[in-house]
C-alpha cells in the first residue's frame, strides 16, 4: 500500500517534470475533454458551444501574439487553476468541476497536489505548442 502510493507519487512527479512534448500529450488530451466543446478542437474558438455563448470565445492560438509574442505561461496557468476567475469558465472553475481542484481522489495530499500540477501544467504547455 504504502509502496504504491511512493511509486504512484514518483511517476506523477517524474510525469510533471517530463519533456515537454510528454506533457503536450496529456494536455492535449485534457483540453480536448474540457476545453475545445467551447475553445475549438485547435483552440481557434470554434467549439460547438461557441453558437450558445453570449461571450465570443477568444482564439487560444493568439495568446503570444496578443502579448507582444511571449506566451503568458504565469497568466494562463492561473487561468486554468481558477486562481484568475473569468466570468465565462464560471467563476472558481465550476466549469471544471473538480478537475484542476480535487486532484486524483487519493487520501494522500502530496499524491493529489502532484497530480493536480501535473495536469494544470500540462495544459498549459500545450497551449504554448499551439500558438502561432
Ligand atoms: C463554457 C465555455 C468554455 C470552456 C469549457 C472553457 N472556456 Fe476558456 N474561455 C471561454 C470564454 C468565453 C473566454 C473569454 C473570457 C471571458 O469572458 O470569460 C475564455 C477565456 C479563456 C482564456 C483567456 C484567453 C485570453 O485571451 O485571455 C484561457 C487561457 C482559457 N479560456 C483557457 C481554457 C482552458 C484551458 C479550458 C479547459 C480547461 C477552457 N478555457 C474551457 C469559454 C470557455
Known sequence: ????????????????VSAQAQNADLGQEV????????HGATGAGDGP???????????LR?????????????????????????R??????PVYGTLFSAGAGTQDLYVDVLYTRGRVLSLAYYLETIQN
Open 1 to 16: 500500500m504504502r509502496i504504491g502510493t511512493l511509486a504512484k507519487a514518483a511517476v506523477l512527479a517524474l510525469t510533471a
Open 31 to 38: 483540453f480536448s475533454q474540457y476545453c475545445a466543446t467551447c
Open 49 to 59: 458551444m461557441a453558437a450558445l455563448m453570449t461571450t465570443s470565445i477568444p482564439d
Open 62 to 86: 493568439q495568446l503570444a501574439a496578443r502579448n507582444d509574442g511571449e506566451f503568458p505561461m504565469l497568466r494562463v496557468i492561473h487561468i486554468i487553476d481558477g486562481r484568475t476567475e473569468l
Open 88 to 93: 465565462a469558465h464560471g467563476g472558481p472553475m
